[in-house]
């Protein structure tokens, strides 16, 4: 059904509004990202802070004349991001795995609209990112303990969906514990003051929950195997008109990753200011060996993750059928690739994996002067830690890996097995007792390992 | 039936601006209850409120949506006041809860509150007996409960959220799988609920037919 005269007045009216403010030649770009979401940075507030869009937007041919108005809005998760999209406020959206999904299912069930899956930001390729924390003080160690207790997720999220899987993965049905819906904020207030067994969250709330102190990670994504991605949509009569700036858009994207690859301690420093994140939080995702690898390309296992967590949602939530091959496109991002001068194909065809990866990097320590400092082995990282500590040095924050998934965490949080003049760290205490009693060693705290050294020294 | 409809009419001739003022009261107040409800269940006051450019988002709506078909839903999204709780102690603030204000509820919230007029209209000491009145109330109330409930516009940051009814319904504390089970069922809730008012509406108007008759056939005896 056409209403011609009516809608003409309707676009008139509009234009008309629109000329106050607008000239013929402005496009304007609006951009949905969302700035506690870490793994949505490098195509979010990285890319706003630094310029990196306006810096790559075309000038030439078409574009000669014309100006740009770029405006960005910060949501707390992807979904409004999709119905500001909808109602064409925003041409971009910067979101999760989850919310992604649905963005496309909304899209494709209206006749006329549409939008495009064109980039990704980032990626783990096991699914770390999303985990399951407990009450640092809670007895509950693994997540056999959780049978019988209350559980809390942003139903939805990623993070729900890691859940869910984690639960079947290991014999846990829905029956034999208490699923409760709960927003990021509250979960994090309720590990703190102990009102809930465990909370599953995405990515940084569990590791803010460690640095903090109030949480400790018993589950991290990874041991579901599901890859934890996040990516950009554009509506696609906006990348049909422009398809030069959604490709300004991507090679923003890559220049963001490469800015933060050249020095993550500026870089995180840097965006915990515009975000408000601690930067030794974001550090733990961004630093080499960290949670989390930038890479735009579309890999056919993200199209396969994706396609796996639309199962889940359809079957949880009845959203609508989803067509991939139409949606998603890798045509803007070879065009800006091909653009910047980079292998498309080459990026494409490498997965870092934590575990191959992270094998014999360094142990680092943040010190609150100084910088971040590595260690190539255990004894001169604690070593080091029992000289700062003895002079009262201020430290932000250590990092050690995980010796069973090569995960980078907190030296605080991790669980340390000494055995013979050997240190070992550990994320579950599972996996640390199991190493201990195998090697003939002992779980010890992170004091004591420093203490150790303390005394030597 | 015409008959029935015939008495409806003529209610709604003697009894609108009261009708009206049935509906702008509902409406109003169905979003003051859903905002003193979150207070109650969280704690704590709204501390933000952002009033969105509701006509120019749906001019623009219209303007750019190129089927007419998928523009009314589109616009029944759209948001005239968020008025919220934000927590500054992560990151740069993030909202924990928020009411949503949406035309296109109020809508509905004040169609619903005119139905509940006229039934009160209809159902007045005068006109009905005690226990038709009970039954009324009660009828009118269940089906006022099942649309108002369908249009609560609470919502929380999980990722995916919108208002939907049953994030308001989850917020309150319904377990995960009720909620998502109900979820589908909005609609069929909403529809069952103003199927109940006008069959309520309805009944009531053949029963005042039906003592207008026994009056007038009494006075003539």
Redesign the interface.
């Known amino acids: 059904m056409t209403f011609p005269i009516l809608r003409t007045s309707l676009i008139s009216a509009a234009m008309a509004t629109l000329a106050s403010t607008v000239s013929a030649d402005t496009i304007s770009i609006a951009i949905g990202h969302q700035s506690m979401c870490t793994d949505t940075y490098t195509a979010g507030i990285v890319v706003k802070e630094l310029g990196l869009l306006e810096k790559n937007l075309p000038h030439d041919g078409k574009y000669a004349d014309a100006d740009y108005d770029v405006s960005w809005a910060d949501y707390s998760s992807g979904g409004p991001i999709t119905n500001q999209m909808m109602a064409n406020k925003l041409n971009f959206g910067v979101m999760g795995d989850y919310p992604l999904i649905v963005n496309g299912a909304k899209f494709q069930e209206t006749d006329s609209l549409r939008t495009l899956y064109v980039a990704g930001t980032g990626y783990n390729v096991k699914g770390s990112g999303n985990s399951i924390v407990v009450p640092v003080d809670s007895d509950i160690y693994s997540i056999e303990q959780l049978t019988g207790k209350e559980v809390s997720t942003p139903v939805g999220s990623a993070a729900w969906g890691m859940l869910l899987k984690a639960m079947q993965d290991n014999n846990i049905s829905t029956a034999d514990y208490v699923l409760k819906n709960q927003s990021p904020a509250v979960g994090a207030a309720n590990i703190a003051a102990g009102k809930i067994d465990a909370h599953s969250d995405f990515c940084p709330w569990s590791e803010i929950m460690e640095f903090r102190g109030t949480g400790r990670k018993i589950y991290d994504g990874s041991e579901t195997g599901v890859p934890y991605l996040h990516g950009v949509v554009v509506r696609q009569d906006f990348a049909e008109e422009y398809p030069e700036v959604v490709e300004a858009f991507i090679k923003a994207i890559y220049q963001a990753g490469e800015w933060i690859r050249a020095d993550p301690m500026k870089a995180v420093t840097e965006m915990e200011g515009w975000t408000g994140v601690e930067k030794e939080v974001l550090y733990l995702y961004f630093s080499k060996g960290g949670h989390l690898t930038l890479d735009p390309t579309i890999k056919p296992a993200w199209v396969d993750a994706l396609k796996f967590d639309h199962e889940v949602l359809v079957k949880e939530k009845a959203i609508p059928p989803l067509d991939f091959d139409a949606w998603i496109t890798e045509d803007y991002a070879k065009a800006a690739y091909a653009d910047l001068g980079v292998d498309y194909e080459a990026e494409k065809a490498v997965t870092v994996d934590p575990k191959e990866n992270n094998a014999g990097l360094p142990m680092e320590i943040w010190h609150a002067r100084d910088g971040v400092s590595s260690y190539p082995d255990m004894p001169a990282f604690l070593t080091a830690l029992a000289e700062m500590t003895s002079t009262g040095a201020k430290l932000n924050a250590s990092y050690v890996y995980d010796s069973e998934t090569g995960l980078k965490l907190f030296g605080k949080t991790a669980f340390w097995v000494k055995a013979g003049d050997a240190y070992t760290t550990f994320l579950r205490k599972g996996d640390a007792e199991s190493y201990a009693s195998a090697n003939g060693g002992a779980l010890i705290t992170f004091e004591d390992a420093i203490a150790e050294f303390t005394a030597k020294g | 039936m015409r008959a029935a409809l015939s008495i409806i009419t003529r209610q709604v001739r003697r009894s609108w601006p009261r009708m009206l003022l049935w509906g702008l009261g509902f409406a109003v107040l169905s979003q003051v209850f859903m905002l003193l409800a979150l207070v109650a269940r969280?704690g704590a006051l709204p501390n933000y409120v952002t009033f969105y450019d509701w006509i120019?988002?749906v001019?623009?709506?219209?303007?750019?949506?190129?089927?007419?078909?998928?523009i009314p839903?589109?616009i029944a999204?759209?948001w005239l006041i968020e008025v919220g709780r934000m927590?500054y102690?992560?990151?740069?603030?993030?909202?924990?809860?928020s009411l949503n204000v949406i035309p296109s509820r109020l809508l509905v919230l004040f169609g619903l509150g005119v139905l509940i007029g006229l039934a009160a209209s209809l159902a007045r000491r005068e006109s009905c007996s005690a226990p038709e009145r009970r039954g009324a109330t009660l009828a009118t109330g269940a089906g006022a409960v099942l649309v108002a409930m369908t249009n609560a516009t609470m919502s929380?940051?999980?990722?995916?959220?919108?208002p939907t009814w049953v994030v308001g319904l989850?917020?309150m504390g319904l377990?995960?799988?009720t909620?998502?089970a109900l979820?589908?069922l909005g609609p069929v809730f909403s529809y069952l609920g103003f199927a109940l008012l006008i069959a309520t509406i309805l009944g009531l108007a053949l029963r005042k037919r039906a003592r207008q008759r026994l009056y007038r056939e009494t006075t003539h005896a």
């Open positions: 969280f120019g988002n001019v623009r709506i219209i303007t750019s949506t190129p089927s007419w078909a998928d839903p589109i999204e759209e927590n102690d992560y990151g740069t603030g993030i909202s924990v809860w929380w940051v999980v990722c995916c959220a919108t989850s917020m377990g995960v799988s909620s998502l979820e589908r």
